[in-house]
């Protein structure tokens, strides 16, 4: 059964992204995960014991928090029900990555659904502060980010943007295959270049290896010129081919590290419609596991 993590501040945003969950999984057995965080303005030191005004913040943030979640469970199982779904409901005064990732390996969650933007909403950024954070913070599972204009589709058509410079092991596709196997979907490898030029050596191997991972999946390869920007090219591609999602791989250096590092996100490429699939990189997942397990025997050892 798949276990799906929605983390939600119950803005509209984060209502559309919830809404694109149980629809793109409304024909599989489900268990959704819905999460509210809150971390109330307390003035004194954390190291001090909290006084009564602090205390009365705590608590009422908190009754707001389970009454939402409470409301919004309510909406979900009135207006789509469904017999394949279940669902659990998380309550915690905390802050949003501590939270997630304690929840990604406790519930073993197999994909984070978020909008792209949240209670916010400005114009002026594709991307909130949240879907930033999480983006640079979870990197041992997939998150899928729904823009706020973003209309359902089953997506049939799916690009995936790459360089071909770098290796991809089968375990890192694994999120995007399931996904082209659930939608028997068409994927559209999308390669953008300088200057058009022949693949060199390394690019031929890993091209080779890609091919082999989708097998006979439909697939199709498109290397094209970059107009300007990345983000600029993507866009006119995804319209051009009306894609329905976008996927990617987050590594250090990658064009989803760079635009979430921008100081300003970069908002071309994703003020379409179309939602995009995370996808962490797997030696920096088994890194974070690695980090962890040292921190936790340094603990005990301790």
């Not at 279940?86 to 939270?99: I, V």
């Not at 300088?194 to 390394?202: A, D, I, S, V």
């Amino acid at each position: 059964m798949k276990q799906i993590l929605i983390p939600t501040d119950f803005s509209e945003n984060a209502w559309l992204a919830t809404l694109y969950a149980l629809r793109l999984y409304q024909n599989e057995e489900c268990v959704f995960h819905l999460l509210n965080t809150y971390t109330p303005a307390i003035v004194s030191s954390r190291f001090i014991a909290e006084n009564k005004s602090n205390a009365s913040s705590v608590q009422t943030s908190a009754d707001y928090s389970e009454r939402q979640l409470k409301s919004l469970l309510s909406k979900i199982e009135n207006e789509y029900p469904n017999a394949r779904h279940y669902f659990e409901t998380y309550s915690s005064f905390s802050l949003l990555g501590d939270e997630v990732r304690y929840l990604v390996e406790k519930e073993q969650i197999d994909l984070i659904v978020m909008g792209a933007k949240g209670i916010s909403n400005e114009d002026y950024v594709f991307m909130g502060k949240n879907t930033v954070k999480l983006l640079k913070y979870i990197r041992h599972c997939p998150i899928l980010a729904v823009p706020s204009n973003a209309t359902f589709e089953v997506p049939n058509e799916i690009s995936f943007y790459t360089n071909f410079d770098k290796f991809y092991t089968r375990a890192e596709l694994t999120p995007l295959l399931e996904m082209v196997d659930t939608f028997k979907a068409t994927v559209r490898v999308v390669h953008l270049q300088h200057e058009l030029r022949p693949l060199n050596e390394l690019e031929q191997f890993n091209l080779g290896m890609l091919r082999k991972y989708f097998g006979e999946r439909e697939h199709y390869i498109h290397t094209i010129s970059q107009i300007n920007t990345v983000s600029r090219t993507l866009r006119h591609f995804n319209r051009e081919l009306n894609i329905h999602l976008l996927a990617l791989l987050n590594f250090r250096n990658s064009y989803m590290d760079v635009v979430t590092s921008e100081p300003q996100v970069e908002k071309e490429v994703f003020s379409s419609h179309v939602p995009f699939l995370v996808i962490p990189e797997m030696t920096m997942a088994l890194k974070n596991v690695r980090n962890r397990t040292l921190v936790g025997s340094n603990s005990i050892n301790g």
